[in-house]
């Protein structure tokens, strides 16, 4: 399995099997017509690789073009509770466990399962996610200004004279152009950024007076459209950017798992240009809307 790699980007990624459904109120695996869809197709991907062994968050993140994550996981837990995948619930560190799906035919999952826990942990120890935040961090402060989006302020909470105090939460960075200023919130990780966390960054950009920029490897398109309703921008980058110092475990872990992860030295002109014509848009109506 590989990925080709393209032009986007995501952040850490420290519980690499804990995608939740954001939606407590849709409907559960024997009515969920997005359930019934993906079924037959994962049915087929384990048929067609009888000798390899997944694991649930690579499955979600396999199939996010067309099914959220949290559809995945739950149509995989429908699979294995009626027993038609083979499944085994394993630990990876102290606090977090690994649920392998694969072939029940397959005789020998256990030795493959303990190569994909091996790698999986590679990238799973916390100075490494930790890194990988700051990858994000660095290439989003060396990309935006190359489209004339200047940093203002870093690890924010108050913003010209107003202060969040509701959490402890605070906002990655402010940019500025054209007299607009937006609450940048960045996520270089495989999974979706957790719905409350997601949601209490909405109400920052608004208390803050500051237009919503997410940016971030993968997000459902309910909190694409939640932004766009706040008036901000969601650049999606599709691929977690690791340091150019473990490039050796990019390409490993983007063969053998077939994640979408690369090195890239810098953002690519065609990710900057989706959101400076978006900012080009917007205070064309602003503009607007003031004659």
């Known amino acids: 399995m590989s990925f080709d790699v393209q032009d986007d980007m995501s952040w850490e990624d420290p519980e690499p099997d804990a995608y939740q459904d954001p939606e407590d109120d849709r409907p559960g695996p024997a009515d969920d017509p997005a359930v019934q869809q993906l079924e037959p197709l994962l049915l087929a991907l384990f048929d067609e690789h009888p000798e390899t062994v997944f694991y649930e968050s690579q499955l979600a993140v396999r199939f996010e073009d067309n099914f959220f994550h949290w559809v995945t996981v739950r149509t995989l837990k429908e699979?294995?509770?009626s027993e038609r995948i083979g499944t085994s619930l394993q630990e990876l560190t102290p606090n977090t466990?690994?649920?392998?799906y694969f072939n029940r035919r397959f005789r020998y999952w256990k030795r493959k399962a303990e190569e994909v826990r091996r790698l999986v942990l590679s990238f799973s120890n916390q100075e490494f996610t930790r890194s990988l935040?700051?990858?994000?961090e660095l290439m989003t402060d060396a990309g935006l200004p190359r489209v004339g989006f200047q940093p203002m302020a870093d690890t924010v909470r108050t913003w010209e004279g107003r202060t969040w105090l509701d959490t402890?939460?605070?906002l990655d960075r402010v940019f500025h152009r054209d007299g607009i200023n937006?609450?940048?919130e960045i996520k270089n990780r495989l999974g979706y950024i957790p719905q409350d966390e997601f949601?209490?960054?909405?109400?920052?950009c608004q208390a803050l007076n500051l237009v919503p920029l997410f940016i971030a490897r993968m997000m459902p398109r309910t909190y694409i459209e939640q932004v766009r309703q706040a008036g901000g921008f969601s650049l999606i980058m599709k691929y977690q950017f690791y340091p150019m110092s473990h490039r050796s475990l990019?390409?490993?872990v983007r063969n053998e798992l077939g994640l979408p992860v690369d090195c890239p030295t810098r953002l690519q002109d065609s990710t900057l240009q989706r959101f400076l014509t978006w900012h080009?848009?917007?205070l064309r109506r602003l503009q607007h809307n003031s004659n």
């Not at 466990?97 to 392998?100: D, G, K, T």
């Not at 935040?133 to 994000?136: D, L, R, S, T």
């Not at 949601?199 to 920052?204: E, G, H, P, S, Y």
């Open 79 to 81: 699979l294995r509770v």
């Open 133 to 136: 935040g700051v990858q994000g």
């Open 182 to 184: 937006y609450g940048t």
């Open 250 to 252: 990019a390409v490993k």
């Open 97 to 100: 466990q690994l649920r392998f």
């Open 199 to 204: 949601a209490v960054k909405l109400r920052m």
């Open 280 to 282: 080009e848009g917007k």
């Open 168 to 170: 402890n939460h605070d």
